[in-house]
């Protein structure tokens, strides 16, 4: 699906040491027919009428003191936040999960993968929540095959806070196998209004079929038809 032109406005934030950049702008392109906004993360404001905004895949600042904690002290962030304050919609996926979590956006933190390997491979998720913008059109349970690359995305949080996600249906996405030992096999969260979301699987990296299965998917698609088709009926 294409949204109309001139309907839909996203921003990609760029870090230095982001390295998913270009493939959300292509992902986001590729589901609405508009270019995405690229922004530089010195920037102290973000365009005007923004509809969504997406924090990349990457390495920001080096990952230097904790994943994400630099970046989530940038000029930029400090507009992100107002806008996700405003009712903008986020999406961070992996660095950028990390980002969101550091900068207060999300609960809980991302720690080092169990068994200190890095992760790269394609894995499989339950959808856990049906009502975000981001998962709207799923059903409960449905399986997805994104791919995950991350060395710091075992998602933590204390149990009150763990409780808290599961009553309020703020768990986005489940693994079925675990490949990091995030709590709770927590693969994505959400924000109390449910338009922020962070997740470690890339779903700019799964919205084309591949030739051959094992290479690509589109299972990550739907994540941004859901929230351009909520967007749109709002």
């Not at 590729?30 to 906004?37: L, N, Q």
């Not at 913008?133 to 075992?154: C, M, Q, S, W």
């Amino acid at each position: 699906m294409a949204a109309p032109s001139n309907s839909f406005r996203a921003a990609v934030i760029t870090f230095p040491g982001s390295n998913c950049d270009r493939d959300m702008a292509v992902a986001i392109e590729a589901v609405t027919g508009e270019a995405a906004i690229r922004v530089w993360h010195g920037d102290a404001d973000l365009p005007d009428r923004l509809d969504f905004i997406a924090l990349p895949g990457g390495f920001s600042y080096g990952d230097y003191l904790r994943s994400g904690a630099m970046a989530a002290k940038s000029p930029v962030l400090r507009a992100v936040v107002a806008a996700a304050e405003r009712g903008v919609p986020v999406l961070g996926v992996c660095n950028g999960f990390q980002v969101l979590t550091e900068s207060g956006l999300l609960p809980g933190a991302l720690m080092r993968n169990a068994g200190q390997r890095f992760v790269c491979k394609t894995v499989e998720l339950e959808v856990a929540n049906t009502s975000s913008p981001f998962t709207t059109g799923y059903e409960k349970g449905a399986k997805l095959r994104i791919p995950v690359a991350h060395h710091d995305g075992n998602y933590f949080a204390d149990e009150a806070t763990l409780d808290a996600l599961e009553a309020e249906d703020r768990v986005a996405f489940r693994y079925t196998d675990n490949p990091n030992g995030s709590r709770r096999d927590i693969a994505g969260v959400l924000s109390a209004n449910g338009r922020v979301l962070g997740m470690m699987p890339h779903p700019e990296r799964a919205i084309e079929p591949a030739a051959h299965a094992s290479l690509g998917g589109a299972d990550g698609r739907g994540i941004f038809e859901n929230l351009v088709t909520s967007l749109i009926s709002a």
